[in-house]
């Protein structure tokens, strides 16, 4: 359940892939700092830590952890912020039915992964090889498949759009030992992305991009999986996130995340 709270109430073309480290043992730590280090509105009340989304609302982090914020302190929170309202999950406050798509099996391998889809996983995994990316790389050739996936999905974020946002985005991912960005790389082109972020035992694929030209290769479907397999085997992981419910995924995004072994839990 996520409330709302308002004011007023096996291959071998996967490489090396190197692990983030766990920074911080405090729930939402790591993920605040990496939002904090982008320029996002970051606060720390209620027990918790939020940051500011538009229309001056905030949301809880981790995203997976439940909160039962004390009514007066976000009510506080939410003054001192000249803010609208708030969004966590939460077992005890009422609001919207939400959750997470998640994975939480160690074996994860192809028979995970939907009959369907593991052809096109394996094909993704022979035209590319998935690893780290490098700084100058996601810099450089990143730009462009953000548009490409916006411009696919009906909507624009000036973070992914705007060349000097992006930069900053690009210096905090490298600038915070707890999250990785990876690629599915062709020839020495990046074809498609994932920033990555730990945060108490939990693997969060904040955010996931690729090239249109390229989709019929499947650049996704092999990085989504190297990813989680390599998470799938690290001992100090227990879960992994392939993002919140939102509004704005498409039936199709929702089919691929279920399809390549995800399952969706209410929060």
């Known amino acids: ?38 320029g996002w509105r970051i606060v720390e009340a209620a027990g918790c830590w939020w940051h500011g989304v538009e229309g001056r609302f905030f949301m809880s982090v981790p995203y997976h952890l439940p909160q039962d914020p004390d009514a007066g302190e976000l009510d506080e929170m939410l003054r001192s912020q000249r803010a609208l309202g708030a969004r966590f999950p939460s077992v005890n406050h009422p ?14 391998s192809f028979p995970c992964v939907h009959a369907r889809q593991r052809s096109q996983v394996r094909r993704g995994l022979e035209a ?27 909507r624009y974020d000036p973070e992914f759009g705007e060349p000097t946002r992006w930069g900053r985005l690009v210096k905090a991912v490298y600038g915070s030992p707890a999250v990785v960005a990876y690629g599915a790389f062709q020839e020495g082109r990046l074809v498609a992305y994932a920033i990555t972020c730990r945060d108490s035992g939990w693997l969060h694929l904040m955010h996931q991009n690729s090239r249109t030209e390229d989709l019929q290769h499947f650049p996704n479907h092999a ?9 799938a085997e690290d001992a100090a992981l227990e879960w992994i996130s392939f993002g919140i419910h939102s ?18 839990v209410e929060r």
């Open 128 to 154: 590319f090889t998935v690893r780290p990316v490098e700084q100058s790389e996601l810099l450089r050739q990143g730009l462009r498949l953000n548009t490409d996936t916006m411009a696919r999905q009906g």
């Open 1 to 38: 359940m996520m409330a709302d709270w308002a004011e007023t109430g096996t291959a071998s073309n996967t490489g090396t892939l190197q692990r983030g480290l766990e920074v911080s043992g405090r729930p939402g730590e790591n993920m605040a700092g990496f939002m904090a280090l982008r």
């Open 223 to 231: 990085l989504s999986f190297a990813v989680t397999r390599l998470a």
């Open 95 to 108: 609001g919207l039915p939400s959750g997470l798509y998640v994975c939480r099996r160690k074996d994860y």
């Open 247 to 264: 509004l704005i995924d498409s039936v199709g995004l929702l089919d691929f995340k279920l399809k390549m072994g995800y399952e969706f």
